[in-house]
């Protein structure tokens, strides 16, 4: 009686943990949890682990493993993206943001330029974010010299765009971390240099820092044709993904 007592007690405290740990658990689960809260979904990403994966530039998922789920997930959103809007118009210039750090935003930015890259559109990829930039880091690079050493006249641009290893796919990596990122990012040599990289390529995807952490993201969105925000399952708060939202919104 005693064994059978304390199976059925530790069934329902087991129970009982799981459905408090669920009803106080805030984060986005499904893609439902985005739609219900008036938010364009575009599609969703598996998880994915560098384990076992390709030495070259392991996180290049749709340029080295083109035959994965992540690879076909990327393909469309490279689909839904050409066709959200007429040909003539479709965003040419994305922003890639997300509500926090660590969510997979870079990941996102890398893959989704790789991804364009494969469909023969001539791609680049610009590393905005100028407090944790990591692109040079899954490229296998140096991170100076790059945009902000640019700007400053250290180097030409010759100097700081680098191909990623196919005909189609360049990047531009941030250079030297500056005191104030705010101040590059809004300077007018900024808004100069897009419009020169979006005369000069097919798509530029640049990834940018989290939009609720600073101002950064949201200085960018005024210059692009485009914001995709990447949030992670079971892990960005559905609040902070509607603030995220609702910023984005007010940049148009």
């Known amino acids: 009686l005693i064994l059978i007592f304390g199976l059925i007690i ?13 009803y106080f658990d805030n984060t986005v689960k499904t893609p439902e949890d985005i739609e219900k809260n008036n938010i364009s979904f575009l599609y969703w990403i598996p998880h994915y682990s560098t384990k076992g994966s390709s030495d ?17 997930s990327f ?14 118009e479709f965003p040419r210039m994305i922003l890639v943001t997300s509500p926090a750090q660590g969510e997979g935003k870079t990941f996102v930015s890398v893959n989704l330029a790789g991804s364009f890259a494969k469909s023969k559109k001539r791609t680049l990829i610009i590393d905005c974010d100028l407090r944790r930039p990591r692109i040079h880091s899954i490229m296998r690079a140096k991170r100076t010299p790059g945009l902000v050493d640019f700007f400053f006249h250290r180097v030409t641009f010759k100097e700081i765009i680098r191909s990623a290893g196919m005909n189609d796919l360049d990047y531009i990596t941030t250079g030297t971390i500056p005191a104030d990122p705010a101040e590059v ?10 419009e020169n990289m979006k ?26 044709d485009g914001t ?21 919104k007010k940049n148009n």
Request: aromatic letters at 4%; a negative charge; zero cysteines.
């Open 75 to 88: 393909r469309s959103v490279r689909a839904r993206i050409m066709h959200s809007r007429i040909e003539s």
């Open 228 to 248: 995709i925000l990447v949030v992670s399952a079971d892990q960005t708060e559905i609040e902070l993904m509607v603030d995220a939202v609702d910023l984005m």
């Open 56 to 72: 070259l530039n392991p996180e290049l998922v749709t340029l080295y493993e083109q035959d994965s789920p992540i690879s076909e």
């Open 10 to 22: 530790g069934l329902v405290l087991s129970l009982a943990f799981i459905i408090i740990k669920d």
């Open 199 to 224: 005369n000069h390529f097919d798509i530029v995807v640049i990834d940018s820092a989290p939009i609720i952490a600073v101002i950064d993201s949201e200085i960018l969105s005024k210059l692009v």
């Open 185 to 194: 990012l809004e300077s007018k040599a900024m808004k100069t240099f897009l």
